[in-house]
């Protein structure tokens, strides 16, 4: 168990944890100090993922189910964590869906769907942290390189997580004079299922070179530089982890 590093002492939630970059980002942060709350949709997977993020280091872990779409549930995860641990510190905005259909035939429910989880799941949770948050607290918002540059059949989920990125800039200057960061990064493709799963992908609409498919760790990496102190005169940035795919001519 790890009691020292740049979390020793501090709490995490991260949400959509029990899998792929959700799951590397509470890896991460525990080995480096941080006792983590994974929110995951499926309180049984959330579960399973806080014992293999204790088996990996973290000095402890607890899985809650919580659907980020529900302000409720959102509330309840907080005071749960608060409760528990007494603090915290850090939250990863990392929860989303997508909706793969083409623009005329999406639905409102469809736009709902997508918004209420990759959207208003972040404002929930951005929301308690600053009723809850003290001084010196951290969120990063999971964006996604869509937020700049897209491809056919995903227009919800790419206008949603542009709007990830000025909710970001917004709360950043609000959440100056409580002093509490908040920053944004841009995924890129990762070796998650996520990724394989997509049928753009799978139909070859959109190809993807083995050079620009990044780990789920490189994100996590980056997500928790973010969220430590030493990115404390980084705020209100987007910062793009996509190994360089949006670079290239």
Same mark, same amino acid.
């Given at each position: 168990?790890?009691?020292?590093?740049?979390?020793?002492?501090?709490?995490?939630?991260?949400?959509?944890? /029990?899998?792929?970059?959700?799951?590397?980002?509470?890896? =991460?942060?525990? $080995?480096? @100090?941080? !006792? &983590?709350? %994974?929110?995951?949709?499926?309180?049984?997977?959330?579960?399973?993922?806080?014992?293999?993020?204790?088996?990996?280091?973290?000095?402890?872990?607890?899985?809650?189910?919580?659907?980020?779409?529900?302000?409720?549930?959102?509330?309840?995860?907080?005071?749960?964590?608060?409760?528990?641990?007494?603090?915290?510190?850090?939250?990863?905005?990392?929860?989303?869906?997508?909706?793969?259909?083409?623009?005329?035939?999406?639905?409102?429910?469809?736009?709902?769907?997508?918004?209420?989880?990759?959207?208003?799941? /972040?404002?929930?949770?951005?929301?308690?942290?600053?009723? =809850?948050?003290? $001084?010196? @607290?951290? !969120? &990063?918002? %999971?964006?996604?390189?869509?937020?700049?540059?897209?491809?056919?059949?995903?227009?919800?989920?790419?206008?949603?997580?542009?709007?990830?990125?000025?909710?970001?800039?917004?709360?950043?200057?609000?959440?100056?004079?409580?002093?509490?960061?908040?920053?944004?990064?841009?995924?890129?493709?990762?070796?998650?299922?996520?990724?394989?799963?997509?049928?753009?992908?799978?139909?070859?609409?959109?190809?993807?070179?083995?050079?620009?498919?990044?780990?789920?760790?490189?994100?996590?990496?980056?997500?928790?530089?973010?969220?430590?102190?030493?990115?404390?005169?980084?705020?209100?940035?987007?910062?793009?982890?996509?190994?360089?795919?949006?670079?290239?001519?």
């Amino acid at each position: 168990m790890n009691c020292a590093g740049r979390f020793a002492g501090r709490v995490a939630i991260v949400t959509g944890a /029990a899998s792929g970059i959700g799951f590397a980002t509470a890896k =991460r942060l525990g $080995s480096e @100090g941080a !006792v &983590v709350v %994974i929110a995951d949709l499926n309180g049984d997977k959330s579960e399973a993922a806080a014992r293999d993020v204790e088996a990996a280091g973290a000095l402890r872990a607890y899985g809650v189910s919580c659907d980020v779409s529900h302000e409720e549930q959102v509330r309840n995860t907080v005071n749960t964590t608060i409760e528990k641990f007494g603090r915290l510190d850090v939250i990863v905005n990392n929860a989303g869906l997508m909706v793969f259909k083409p623009l005329e035939q999406q639905t409102e429910e469809d736009w709902l769907r997508v918004l209420r989880v990759d959207l208003l799941g /972040a404002f929930f949770f951005l929301k308690q942290a600053f009723l =809850r948050m003290q $001084s010196g @607290g951290s !969120v &990063v918002n %999971i964006s996604s390189i869509h937020a700049e540059e897209t491809t056919p059949l995903v227009c919800s989920y790419a206008a949603a997580k542009a709007a990830i990125v000025s909710l970001t800039r917004s709360a950043s200057i609000e959440g100056k004079a409580k002093g509490i960061r908040v920053n944004a990064v841009l995924p890129g493709a990762a070796d998650t299922p996520m990724l394989w799963e997509n049928p753009n992908i799978k139909s070859g609409l959109e190809q993807v070179s083995e050079v620009y498919v990044g780990k789920p760790e490189d994100l996590a990496a980056a997500i928790a530089y973010l969220a430590s102190d030493d990115a404390a005169f980084i705020d209100g940035a987007a910062v793009r982890v996509d190994g360089g795919r949006l670079s290239r001519l």
